[in-house]
């Protein structure tokens, strides 16, 4: 059974920085695409980072050079060092996943969500 658990979200200030981690179980990790997405009530999903089974990485536009993902293969660890941080950037994220090559923005499964709240 697929499990990814998000944690390390929390409120900071604009300008701070935190760092979510997503715990993966239940399926050959290094295997499979890593997806970080993010959507506040009311508003569409969006894309902020991925990382492929070869460590190449993609970002929104809207977090290039702010947002860092990486993976812990040996620790079926994912995880997203978030610098800089915006207001706009206040969400809760997900991390997902998806065998094989990314494909998009998309995936099979996902986690619960930690909220990230930034103040002006």
């Known amino acids: 059974q697929v499990q990814l658990v998000e944690s390390g979200g929390g409120s900071v200030q604009s300008g701070g920085s935190l760092r979510l981690s997503c715990a993966a179980s239940g399926f050959s990790f290094s295997d499979f695409c890593m997806v970080w997405l993010r959507q506040a009530p009311g508003k569409e999903r969006e894309g902020v980072t991925r990382i492929e089974t070869d460590g190449t990485t993609a970002y929104a536009t809207s977090v290039k050079g702010r947002f860092t993902i990486s993976r812990e293969n040996a620790k079926n660890m994912l995880y997203l060092q978030m610098n800089s941080l915006k207001p706009a950037d206040t969400n809760m994220y997900f991390c997902?996943?998806?065998?094989?090559?990314?494909w998009g923005w998309g995936f099979s499964y996902r986690g619960q969500g930690t909220q990230v709240t930034v103040s002006s």
């Open positions: 997902a996943t998806l065998r094989g090559r990314c």
